[in-house]
């Protein structure tokens, strides 16, 4: 069994910056893809991007050159920074495994002045 629990989320002014990890309880395994998703209020769940276990990455359009994914797999850690945020990036932010279609419980993430 596999728990995922974020954190890092908060309130943030526009053109500021959160870090959110993601903590494994179990292993993220060495072919898992692990992911951070996001819902806003209203809309549904979107990815916002992902990494293979090779790190590969992959990004939604309107995050690109903003955020940036990792892992440490020895840590059993995924993160995600978040640079210049926007108040269109409100929402709550999930972190993913797909082997097994694994979901944490979200952090809030709220861009406002």
């Known amino acids: 069994q596999v728990q995922l629990v974020e954190s890092g989320g908060g309130l943030v002014q526009p053109g500021g910056s959160l870090r959110l990890s993601c903590a494994a309880s179990?292993?993220?395994?060495?072919?898992?893809?692990m992911g951070w998703y996001r819902q806003a209020p209203g809309k549904q769940r979107e990815l916002v991007a992902t990494?293979?276990?090779?790190?590969?990455?992959n990004y939604a359009d309107s995050v690109k050159g903003r955020f940036t994914i990792s892992r440490d797999n020895a840590k059993k850690m995924v993160y995600l920074q978040m640079n210049n945020l926007k108040p269109d990036d409100t929402g709550v932010y999930y972190c993913?495994?797909?082997?097994?279609?694994?979901w944490g419980r979200g952090t809030q993430v709220t861009v406002s002045s």
């Open positions: 993913h495994r797909n082997t097994g279609d694994y």
């Open positions: 990494i293979t276990a090779g790190g590969n990455t």
């Open positions: 179990g292993s993220i395994g060495s072919i898992s893809i």
